[in-house]
């Protein structure tokens, strides 16, 4: 009698946490970007985003808290942080294969869709960026006329971070 008492207790505990579950998961903000504005500051530094050139990136915590970034290169910090890049539900990244520099028309896509241009020789708000491209031919485009080097998500690490930052290092004392 005690055991059937004990798989009772059992059933109802795991259909009780199921339904919490779904209960509190459903009440977290939905994984869609949002389009800038002029109320949107970079989590890294307070800039007023759209003030600035170049590819922007958000990432939406588990926590359902956005931060917006006026540098791609930037929010790869948090997604390749391995404390940090534990919390995060979706990183967003703007396509520049549909949109032209100093454009704020939003494009957002998932930042682990894309290829990236990395380190040319078109700044972006920080100096160096990291642009973002669904194809790879609109990305050889870019490499051709400004360089750089042409890299897939996966590629990103903080050893290549490092060396973006060594890099604009570098120009800037030149």
């Known amino acids: 009698m005690k055991i059937k008492f004990l798989l009772l207790?059992?059933?109802?505990?795991?259909?009780?946490?199921?339904?919490?579950?779904?209960?509190?998961?459903?009440?977290?903000?939905?994984?869609?970007?949002?389009?800038?504005?002029?109320?949107?500051?970079?989590?890294?530094?307070?800039?007023?985003i759209v003030n600035y050139q170049g590819p922007k990136a958000q990432i939406i915590w588990k926590d359902g808290k956005r931060s917006y970034y006026c540098e791609v290169r930037e929010a790869f910090y948090e997604s390749t942080n391995k404390i940090t890049n534990k919390n995060i539900r979706a990183f967003f990244v703007q396509d520049f294969a549909n949109l032209t520099w100093g454009s704020y028309i939003d494009k957002w896509v998932l930042a682990n869709n894309m290829f990236y241009v990395i380190d040319s020789s078109k700044d972006g708000a920080m100096g160096?960026?990291?642009?973002?491209?669904?194809?790879?031919?609109?990305?050889?485009?870019?490499?051709?006329?400004?360089?750089?080097?042409?890299?897939?998500?996966?590629?990103?690490?903080?050893?290549?971070?490092?060396?973006?930052?060594?890099?604009?290092?570098?120009?800037?004392?030149?």
């Open 9 to 48: 207790f059992l059933i109802l505990l795991g259909v009780s946490m199921f339904l919490f579950y779904n209960q509190k998961s459903s009440n977290l903000v939905d994984v869609v970007p949002m389009n800038l504005n002029r109320g949107h500051m970079c989590a890294c530094d307070s800039m007023i």
């Open 128 to 174: 160096l960026t990291y642009v973002p491209f669904s194809n790879v031919a609109s990305a050889n485009e870019f490499l051709m006329e400004f360089g750089g080097k042409l890299v897939s998500y996966g590629d990103i690490n903080s050893d290549v971070l490092s060396y973006s930052m060594e890099t604009l290092k570098n120009r800037i004392v030149l």
